[in-house]
Protein backbone atom coordinates (compact mmCIF):
# COMPACT_ATOMS: atom_id res chain seq x y z
CA UNK A 1 0.00 0.00 0.00
CA UNK A 2 1.99 3.15 -1.24
CA UNK A 3 1.90 6.00 1.66
CA UNK A 4 1.61 9.71 1.23
CA UNK A 5 3.19 11.47 -1.34
CA UNK A 6 4.00 15.20 -1.53
CA UNK A 7 5.52 16.78 -4.16
CA UNK A 8 7.79 18.47 -4.95
CA UNK A 9 10.16 17.37 -1.84
CA UNK A 10 12.67 20.15 -2.52
CA UNK A 11 11.80 23.91 -4.16
CA UNK A 12 13.59 27.51 -3.60
CA UNK A 13 11.91 30.18 -4.07
CA UNK A 14 12.06 34.18 -3.72
CA UNK A 15 10.51 36.61 -1.59
CA UNK A 16 7.12 37.71 -3.24
CA UNK A 17 6.64 34.59 -5.14
CA UNK A 18 3.96 32.19 -4.54
CA UNK A 19 3.94 28.46 -4.38
CA UNK A 20 1.83 25.37 -4.75
CA UNK A 21 2.30 22.32 -3.23
CA UNK A 22 0.86 18.90 -3.45
CA UNK A 23 -0.50 15.74 -1.34
CA UNK A 24 -1.87 12.55 -2.39
CA UNK A 25 -2.98 10.60 0.48
CA UNK A 26 -3.11 6.89 0.95
CA UNK A 27 -6.01 5.29 -1.35
CA UNK A 28 -9.44 5.24 0.79
CA UNK A 29 -8.20 8.04 2.67
CA UNK A 30 -10.71 10.98 2.82
CA UNK A 31 -8.99 12.85 4.99
CA UNK A 32 -5.94 15.65 4.70
CA UNK A 33 -4.31 18.05 6.79
CA UNK A 34 -0.92 20.05 6.67
CA UNK A 35 1.34 21.07 9.19
CA UNK A 36 4.80 23.48 9.04
CA UNK A 37 7.71 22.48 10.73
CA UNK A 38 10.31 24.92 11.19
CA UNK A 39 12.66 24.99 13.99
CA UNK A 40 11.31 27.75 16.08
CA UNK A 41 8.12 27.13 16.20
CA UNK A 42 8.31 23.37 15.60
CA UNK A 43 5.19 21.68 14.49
CA UNK A 44 2.25 23.74 13.70
CA UNK A 45 -1.34 22.86 11.94
CA UNK A 46 -2.27 24.02 8.78
CA UNK A 47 -5.80 23.16 7.87
CA UNK A 48 -7.63 19.95 8.04
CA UNK A 49 -9.83 19.03 4.28
CA UNK A 50 -12.29 16.15 4.16
CA UNK A 51 -14.26 15.60 1.11
CA UNK A 52 -13.37 18.69 -0.25
CA UNK A 53 -14.45 20.94 2.49
CA UNK A 54 -11.88 22.38 5.05
CA UNK A 55 -12.88 21.51 8.33
CA UNK A 56 -10.64 23.49 10.40
CA UNK A 57 -8.06 26.22 10.64
CA UNK A 58 -5.30 26.91 12.39
CA UNK A 59 -3.21 30.45 12.95
CA UNK A 60 -1.94 31.10 10.00
CA UNK A 61 -2.29 34.27 7.33
CA UNK A 62 -4.33 34.48 4.67
CA UNK A 63 -1.47 33.98 2.54
CA UNK A 64 -1.62 30.18 3.58
CA UNK A 65 -4.56 28.17 1.65
CA UNK A 66 -5.57 24.52 0.62
CA UNK A 67 -7.82 22.86 -1.10
CA UNK A 68 -9.24 19.17 -1.89
CA UNK A 69 -9.69 17.42 -4.76
CA UNK A 70 -12.58 14.82 -5.32
CA UNK A 71 -9.51 12.03 -5.27
CA UNK A 72 -8.95 13.33 -2.16
CA UNK A 73 -5.19 15.05 -3.01
CA UNK A 74 -4.53 17.98 -1.96
CA UNK A 75 -3.25 20.93 -2.45
CA UNK A 76 -1.61 24.11 -0.61
CA UNK A 77 -0.59 27.35 -1.43
CA UNK A 78 1.17 30.00 -0.23
CA UNK A 79 1.31 33.36 -2.13
CA UNK A 80 3.75 36.75 -1.90
CA UNK A 81 6.42 34.20 -0.32
CA UNK A 82 8.17 35.92 2.93
CA UNK A 83 11.49 34.85 4.12
CA UNK A 84 9.79 33.14 7.76
CA UNK A 85 7.92 30.81 5.64
CA UNK A 86 11.30 28.59 4.68
CA UNK A 87 9.72 25.34 6.50
CA UNK A 88 9.26 21.67 5.99
CA UNK A 89 5.57 21.75 4.80
CA UNK A 90 3.91 18.18 6.01
CA UNK A 91 0.80 16.28 4.71
CA UNK A 92 -0.74 13.78 6.56
CA UNK A 93 -3.83 11.71 5.65
CA UNK A 94 -6.34 9.44 7.69
CA UNK A 95 -9.29 7.50 7.35
CA UNK A 96 -10.97 8.95 10.35
CA UNK A 97 -14.13 11.07 9.79
CA UNK A 98 -14.47 14.52 11.03
CA UNK A 99 -14.80 15.19 14.62
CA UNK A 100 -13.19 11.17 14.99
CA UNK A 101 -9.78 10.79 16.54
CA UNK A 102 -7.40 8.41 14.62
CA UNK A 103 -3.89 7.74 13.26
CA UNK A 104 -2.22 10.05 10.55
CA UNK A 105 -0.32 9.07 8.19
CA UNK A 106 2.70 11.72 7.46
CA UNK A 107 4.23 12.04 3.90
CA UNK A 108 8.23 12.99 4.56
CA UNK A 109 7.13 16.51 3.31
CA UNK A 110 8.33 19.67 1.00
CA UNK A 111 10.78 21.60 2.10
CA UNK A 112 10.95 25.03 1.09
CA UNK A 113 13.25 27.30 1.33
CA UNK A 114 12.90 31.12 0.59
CA UNK A 115 15.67 33.79 -0.51
CA UNK B 1 -5.56 25.85 22.78
CA UNK B 2 -4.62 23.21 24.81
CA UNK B 3 -0.83 23.26 24.95
CA UNK B 4 1.95 20.26 26.37
CA UNK B 5 4.98 20.30 27.91
CA UNK B 6 7.86 17.86 27.48
CA UNK B 7 11.38 17.47 28.32
CA UNK B 8 13.70 18.62 25.10
CA UNK B 9 15.81 15.84 25.88
CA UNK B 10 16.45 12.56 27.46
CA UNK B 11 18.86 9.50 27.00
CA UNK B 12 18.69 6.10 27.50
CA UNK B 13 20.53 2.57 27.21
CA UNK B 14 19.51 0.11 24.70
CA UNK B 15 17.32 -2.80 25.98
CA UNK B 16 16.18 -1.09 28.95
CA UNK B 17 12.54 0.89 29.57
CA UNK B 18 12.29 4.68 28.61
CA UNK B 19 9.44 6.66 30.35
CA UNK B 20 8.72 10.23 28.33
CA UNK B 21 6.86 12.67 29.88
CA UNK B 22 4.05 15.05 28.98
CA UNK B 23 2.54 17.44 31.17
CA UNK B 24 -1.05 18.91 29.39
CA UNK B 25 -2.55 20.65 32.82
CA UNK B 26 -5.10 22.83 30.56
CA UNK B 27 -6.60 19.61 28.92
CA UNK B 28 -10.00 19.58 28.04
CA UNK B 29 -12.81 16.65 28.98
CA UNK B 30 -12.57 16.20 25.02
CA UNK B 31 -9.12 15.94 24.10
CA UNK B 32 -7.69 12.77 23.44
CA UNK B 33 -3.43 12.72 23.92
CA UNK B 34 -1.22 11.12 20.94
CA UNK B 35 2.01 10.51 21.23
CA UNK B 36 4.35 10.39 17.57
CA UNK B 37 7.62 10.63 16.88
CA UNK B 38 9.56 11.57 13.77
CA UNK B 39 12.84 9.92 12.43
CA UNK B 40 15.82 12.35 11.31
CA UNK B 41 14.27 13.15 7.60
CA UNK B 42 11.45 11.42 7.67
CA UNK B 43 7.68 12.77 8.41
CA UNK B 44 6.09 11.92 12.07
CA UNK B 45 4.59 8.45 12.91
CA UNK B 46 2.11 7.34 14.74
CA UNK B 47 2.95 5.45 18.52
CA UNK B 48 0.03 5.94 20.32
CA UNK B 49 -3.08 6.83 21.53
CA UNK B 50 -5.65 7.55 24.31
CA UNK B 51 -8.25 9.17 26.30
CA UNK B 52 -8.87 8.46 29.66
CA UNK B 53 -7.28 4.52 30.14
CA UNK B 54 -3.74 3.33 29.99
CA UNK B 55 -3.45 1.93 26.52
CA UNK B 56 -0.79 -0.45 25.31
CA UNK B 57 0.35 -1.16 21.65
CA UNK B 58 2.88 -3.64 20.18
CA UNK B 59 5.27 -0.11 19.89
CA UNK B 60 4.49 1.26 23.03
CA UNK B 61 2.29 1.96 26.27
CA UNK B 62 0.42 5.09 26.88
CA UNK B 63 -0.27 5.97 31.10
CA UNK B 64 -2.20 8.73 31.39
CA UNK B 65 -2.62 10.65 35.27
CA UNK B 66 -6.14 10.24 36.82
CA UNK B 67 -6.58 13.81 36.35
CA UNK B 68 -5.12 13.95 32.81
CA UNK B 69 -2.87 16.69 33.36
CA UNK B 70 -0.22 14.13 32.85
CA UNK B 71 0.70 11.38 30.47
CA UNK B 72 4.09 9.20 29.74
CA UNK B 73 4.69 6.96 26.47
CA UNK B 74 6.93 3.80 28.42
CA UNK B 75 9.02 2.23 25.27
CA UNK B 76 9.41 -1.01 27.00
CA UNK B 77 12.99 -1.96 25.54
CA UNK B 78 14.48 0.76 23.73
CA UNK B 79 16.51 -0.05 20.53
CA UNK B 80 18.62 2.19 18.44
CA UNK B 81 16.01 2.66 15.94
CA UNK B 82 14.07 4.30 18.57
CA UNK B 83 16.15 7.57 18.77
CA UNK B 84 13.92 10.27 17.14
CA UNK B 85 12.20 13.10 18.78
CA UNK B 86 8.52 12.00 20.64
CA UNK B 87 6.01 14.70 20.59
CA UNK B 88 2.87 14.48 22.80
CA UNK B 89 -0.41 15.72 20.91
CA UNK B 90 -3.54 17.14 22.23
CA UNK B 91 -6.42 16.42 19.83
CA UNK B 92 -9.56 18.10 20.06
CA UNK B 93 -12.57 17.16 18.93
CA UNK B 94 -15.01 19.92 18.16
CA UNK B 95 -17.84 17.47 16.12
CA UNK B 96 -17.00 18.35 12.71
CA UNK B 97 -13.24 18.72 12.90
CA UNK B 98 -10.46 18.00 14.86
CA UNK B 99 -7.09 20.49 15.51
CA UNK B 100 -3.90 19.38 16.70
CA UNK B 101 -1.64 20.75 19.31
CA UNK B 102 1.68 19.54 19.06
CA UNK B 103 4.36 19.91 21.96
CA UNK B 104 8.07 20.65 21.44
CA UNK B 105 9.14 17.11 21.51
CA UNK B 106 12.04 15.35 23.17
CA UNK B 107 14.69 13.96 21.53
CA UNK B 108 15.58 10.89 22.66
CA UNK B 109 19.09 9.98 22.72
CA UNK B 110 19.43 5.43 22.74
CA UNK B 111 23.34 4.58 23.51
CA UNK B 112 24.65 0.76 23.55
Known amino acids: KAGVTQTPRYLIKTRGQQVTLSCSPISGHRSVSWYQQTPGQGLQFLFE???????NKGNFPGRFSGRQFSNSRSEMNVSTLELGDSALYLC??????????????FGEGSRLTVL | DAKTTQPNSMESNEEEPVHLPCNHS???????IHWYRQLPSQGPEYVIH???SNVNNRMASLAIAEDRKSSTLILHRATLRDAAVYYC?????????????FGTGTRLQVTL
Open chain 2, 50 to 52: GLT
Open chain 2, 26 to 32: TISGTDY
Open chain 2, 89 to 101: ILSRLTGTASKLT
Open chain 1, 92 to 105: ASSQRAPGRTGELF
Open chain 1, 49 to 55: YFSETQR
